[in-house]
């Protein structure tokens, strides 16, 4: 490794990814700059290295064994986002969820990783499909479905925060008289959805521009539905777009129904009921219908991450 000269890095073709900043090599590699002691994504926005200062690493875990730390602007390190995962007060958010079926997740993300989230929009070969909104009667707008492999931070957040919501999935189907209980690791409740032929990854990246809105709606897309998702918020409300606030209704039986706007900065999550859950009512617990949408961009573009846990057919 040290007798690499920087004539054999700009021979590898990974160094014509980092040249390049490549979003599509981020999950691929990461590279490592002697000079700084950091370990950076392909992606990485950074000033370039010198060639004769960088070597490749195949994950993460190489690089800090190396002696390398991880970049503080492209943050390459998957455990960072586990740690961030784990700095939320996942006590406070079941009892919000149980409360009114929704919890906010403050600062989920930074603004580097929303930036380059939102920046994989562009980026054909990450998705499987477009939706155009109005072709569907869903809204106005366009969404795109992530293809696997995902990108990093969409895997990532799949795997840390189902494990979070297994517990109050499970509790809620109890409650409702469901049969279906939740593994505890996401690797195997993926692998349910597989084996009932549900394979496609249903993660979407959302862009909403002036006038555009999301019709009140449940991302049901198969047998195995896991009953809370999540949605990131990767645009700044007052900077990059006005209006297009994250709605919530809800209806119980013979009332009427009861809608929530969710207060969301740029990097806040908001974890919510897929479907339906379980309220506590004078002959015992009862089921509650919900839906979320988008209501109109006045202004500017919005993009949000969607994060399902469950794959669609």
Known sequence: MNALTGRDVERDPRWAAVV???RSADGAFVYSVRTTGVFCRPSCPSRQADPANVRFHATAEDARVAGFRPCKRCKPDPAEARAQGRAVDWARVEAELDERGWALLPGLLDEAACEAVAGFY?????????????????GRGEYRYFAYPLPDVVAQLRETIYPRLAPVANRWNARMGLEARYPDSHAEFLERCRAAGQVRPTPLLLRYGAGDYNCLH???????????????????PGEDFDGGEFVLTEQRPRMQSRASVVPLGRGDAVVFAVHHRPVT?????????????????????????????????
């Open 122 to 138: 562009d980026e054909d070969a990450r998705f499987r499909s477009r939706v155009i909104m109005a072709r569907h009667g869903f």
């Open 20 to 22: 390049a900043r490549d």
């Open 281 to 313: 009512g004078t002959r015992g617990a009862y089921r509650v219908n919900l839906r979320h949408g988008v209501s109109e961009v006045r202004s500017g573009r919005r993009h949000t991450l969607g994060v399902i846990f469950h794959d669609a057919t």
């Open 218 to 236: 449940q991302d049901l897309y198969g047998e195995h539905v896991f009953p809370l998702q999540v949605a990131v918020l990767l645009s700044q």
